[in-house]
């Protein structure tokens, strides 16, 4: 799960100190886009994802409309084939194609939106303790220290199950999570940018402190943590299915990929191929995004590129 | 080197009072109190307070937090509110099983990860690099709680190898016994495999580029020496990580042990959280995080021992 952490932020921490201050010219991003086109894996990623969004968000219409919490005592745990249900049906006989898609959109809500709340609080925390440095930044840091302590999975798990359980709570217990790793990689982005010579040039002309980390600070950091984002959607998925999973994010009858895998659980001996289906989604989705992160990174790296 | 293992351990006590705090003040931030959340809706208001007095929940906060905590470096995290029995014992019983998973599931994975990272490395850019990659790609991206799901499928519902669940009993010989535990470990291990394999990949391509790695080869030592002393250099970081992992895996197995019904830590903290059993869960978590920090203290230890650049 996030046990990537540890070695990405060494890795974005190394990349942050190799190469930060050159700003991204137009050239750049062609040579990004060139690169990108000639490599077809991250294409298919690609593509792929944006036919798990297109079926999630489009999801009355690639199913004709069935409704997804309409289930019928006769249709219950049909096999993958059934007419009218092509990838069978759930224990209360809800088709599961359509509920596939309408899972989709919370279990991708689910997995990204702690991402996107971290990299914002995070990344605001992180910027904060770099600039300001002194008490304010030793308190925040050393407050990340302690989260840093548990392992990710037991403190999501731990805030969920006292939090009770909900689709907003699960989206605080993972930003929570989060949010530590953000806040080093932006805090030593920033403390680097501060004391780069032009942002010592702009401070000695008179540039207000807002502006040059409007235009020094926050452009250096949003590459490094941006990149970590991208590479997290995955862990996030796969975190937050886990703890509907367990009973602790989204509630029944709503659909989502974690909370199917764990009602077709028992239905393992009677349907085993339908009962895995859920989860195969959850897999396909969160390797799409590692994959699609990785095919990113070595196309906008330069030094990889010569 | 002692100098530096004490800075360690004294930086570590804050953390560790840090830790306390926070599973402390986790059970707090939810309103209202345990036993009011426990008791029937009929119990007379004399008998909550008898039970919150016996349990310690009238006092402030503060004091609450001082007496848990003196309990709890003594090792007595009192009695559980749901079967009244020692969380302690409870506990250890649990911690001792999710070590069994965790110690094999480590063994194995970190022995994967280290030879599919070192042959993707060698063979950088051609076909065996390309398919451990992929391995370990498969690895970091499985859902392990899916994964155990479809090792059960394979190996106990379409065919009768393996239990599916469970852990045996005393009973039954040694060598059934341990195939219950063949897939959990299996699927404990694929994770530590994929992350393992691709740091190890990666710090070895560092590595091999450096000048030294030239040199000795331009003085005539053959590829296996070489490969010795790429690993030496490669190890530091990597064992940071394997520490982290085995954290994680003694933290972090509550899905597996759940699909898996093994009755570690994993499962009484999932049960503690059902049961609104506070004293149970702070206690596992607590014991849990403090064995990641102290873990990661002796990696650090471990890392300056090897390399002294560490030390400073």
Not at chain 2, 98 to 113: D, N, P, Q, S, Y
Not at chain 2, 253 to 259: A, C, F, Y
Request: charged share 10%; hydrophobic share 55%; aromatic share 8%.
């Amino acid at each position: 799960m996030s046990q990537t952490t540890a070695d990405f932020v060494r890795r974005e921490l190394q990349v942050a100190a190799d190469a930060p201050q050159a700003a991204p010219t137009p050239g750049y991003w062609k040579a990004v886009a060139r690169r990108l086109a000639r490599d077809p894996v991250t294409i298919a990623v690609t593509l792929v994802l944006l036919g798990i969004i297109f079926i999630s968000l489009g999801a009355p219409l690639v199913t004709g409309g069935t409704d997804p919490y309409a289930g019928s005592v006769l249709a219950r745990l049909k096999p993958i084939g059934t007419p009218g249900h092509w990838l069978g049906t759930d224990e209360t006989g809800r088709d599961l194609w359509t509920r596939l898609c309408y899972g989709g959109r919370l279990s991708l809500l689910a997995g990204i939106l702690p991402v996107s709340i971290s990299l914002m609080v995070g990344g605001f925390l992180g910027i904060l303790a770099g600039y300001a440095g002194g008490i304010v930044g030793t308190l925040i840091m050393r407050t990340m220290d302690v989260f840093y302590a548990f392992p990710s999975i037991l403190l999501a798990i731990a805030i969920c199950g006292l939090l009770g359980n909900g689709l907003s709570n699960s989206v605080i217990a993972l930003s929570v999570v989060f949010i530590p790793p953000m806040v080093r990689i932006a805090e030593t982005v920033t403390t680097q940018a501060r004391q780069l010579d032009f942002v010592e040039a702009a401070r000695a002309s008179g540039t207000t402190t807002m502006q040059i980390i409007r235009h020094h600070v926050l452009a250096n950091v949003l590459g490094p943590i941006m990149v970590y984002a991208t590479s997290l959607i995955s862990v996030s998925i796969i975190l937050s299915a886990g703890l509907s999973f367990l009973g602790l994010g989204v509630t029944p009858p709503q659909a989502e990929w974690g909370l199917m895998l764990n009602s077709l659980r028992q239905a393992i001996y009677v349907q085993p191929y339908v009962a895995a289906l859920p989860g195969a989604m959850i897999f396909i989705t969160s390797m799409c995004f590692n994959l699609m992160s990785d095919g990113f990174r070595s196309a906008m790296d330069v030094r990889l590129n010569k | 080197m002692l100098i530096f293992a004490a800075r360690r351990l004294i930086q570590a006590i804050p953390i560790l009072l840090g830790v306390s705090l926070v599973v402390f003040g986790l059970v707090h931030i939810v309103p209202g109190n345990p036993i009011d959340l426990l008791m029937p809706p009929e119990a007379s208001p004399e008998v909550i307070a008898q039970m919150k007095a016996a349990f310690g929940f009238d006092k402030p906060l503060y004091i609450q937090y001082l007496l848990w905590l003196g309990r709890a470096l003594r090792g007595d995290f009192g009695l559980s509110v749901f079967n009244a029995t020692p969380v302690w014992g409870q506990l250890v019983a649990a911690l001792a099983n999710t070590f069994v998973l965790a110690i094999l599931a480590a063994m194995l994975g970190f022995t994967l990860g280290i030879v599919c990272g070192l042959v993707a490395a060698i063979h950088h850019g051609r076909w065996p690099d390309k398919l451990f990659s992929a391995i370990a790609t498969t690895g970091v991206s499985l859902p392990h709680y899916w994964c155990a799901i479809v090792l059960v499928l394979a190996c106990a519902v379409l065919h009768d190898w393996l239990p599916a669940q469970g852990m045996g009993d005393d009973s039954l010989p040694l060598y059934d016994r341990l195939e219950y535990l063949v897939l959990p470990v299996v699927t404990l291990s694929l994770i530590p495999m994929g992350v393992i394999a691709r740091l190890v990949r990666a710090t070895v391509l560092e590595i091999i580029g450096q000048d030294f790695v030239g040199a000795l080869t331009a003085k005539g030592l053959t590829r296996w020496p070489v490969i010795r002393h790429i690993c030496k250099n490669a190890a530091p970081p990597v064992l940071a990580l394997m520490g982290l992992q085995f954290g994680y895996l003694l933290g972090g197995s509550i899905l597996v042990e759940t699909v898996f019904n093994w009755p570690g830590s994993g499962n009484l903290l999932n049960l503690a959280i059902f049961r609104r059993d506070i004293p149970v869960l702070q206690a596992t978590i607590l014991v849990l995080a403090s064995f990641f920090v102290v873990l990661n203290l002796l990696v650090d230890i471990a890392q300056a021992a090897i390399d002294p650049r560490i030390r400073r």
